[in-house]
């Protein structure tokens, strides 16, 4: 595999590309519970834990700006289900904090730190996410150059924002700059609309549809991606 020529910075996603992203939900979503169980139960005889995705839904339906902020809908989710059972909103922010440190305890996958490490001296090296996952509580983000969450000032990738401001960020132009992730549809279709490079993380063998925009390249786990980049 022959290394991209001409590339001065890479630009990663983060969930799903350097750890999985399902279990660390899953499991802040189960910690949330249970903080709420024993610091503020009438929450939960009010609102069943399942039908927090119907709460999540109504409010993306009056609010879709909101599911590009994954962190602002988390909160806004938590004040109406406290105001609704007649909690104070000042629990809010202590209920997510619960949620977020239990939501960044991820697992790197194997090779995520010696890739880094070997980039550093190469590259620029960015994250551009559309999660939250706190990068100094993982103990990673000493690793970027730059850390870009998507926002409501900075619109979810596929849009090419983020990307645009990581190549001004730099002071590079848009061929000289790689952004590795696993979804065709946010990172290969959001770096290719800002004219940047794209690697299509592919692990699990997912098979390449004929309408989905096409990577530059493709590797299936760390150490191809570490040939590739180094």
């Known amino acids: 595999m022959s290394t991209p020529s001409g590339i ?6 983060l969930d799903d590309t350097f750890w999985d992203c399902a279990p660390a939900i899953n499991r802040a ?29 109504r409010l993306l339906a009056h609010q879709p700006e909101l599911s590009g902020d994954v962190t602002a809908l988390r909160k806004r989710m938590l004040a109406d289900l406290f105001t609704d059972a007649g909690q104070p909103a000042s629990l809010v922010e202590e209920a997510f904090s619960v949620f977020y440190r239990a939501r960044s305890e991820v697992v790197l996958y194997d090779g995520v730190l010696p890739l880094l490490d070997a980039l550093r001296p190469r590259y620029k090296v960015a994250a551009i996410t559309n999660g939250n996952a706190d990068l100094d509580y993982i103990g990673i983000a000493d690793r970027f150059d730059l850390i870009l969450r998507a926002s409501l000032d900075l619109p979810a990738k596929p849009a090419d924002t983020m990307f645009c401001v990581a190549l001004e960020a730099f002071g590079i132009a848009a061929h000289e700059m790689l952004h590795v992730g696993d979804s065709v549809t946010t990172d290969v279709a959001g770096a290719q609309r800002a004219g940047v490079g794209a690697v299509w993380f592919n692990p699990t063998g997912h098979m390449w549809r004929e309408d989905a925009p096409r990577p530059d390249f493709t590797v299936a786990s760390i150490d191809q991606l570490h040939e590739l980049l180094i």
């Open 29 to 57: 979503e189960a910690v949330l519970t249970e903080w709420l169980r024993k610091e503020v139960p009438a929450v939960l005889e009010y609102q069943e834990q399942a039908s927090l995705t119907e709460r999540r839904d």
């Open 8 to 13: 001065r910075a890479i630009s990663f996603d």
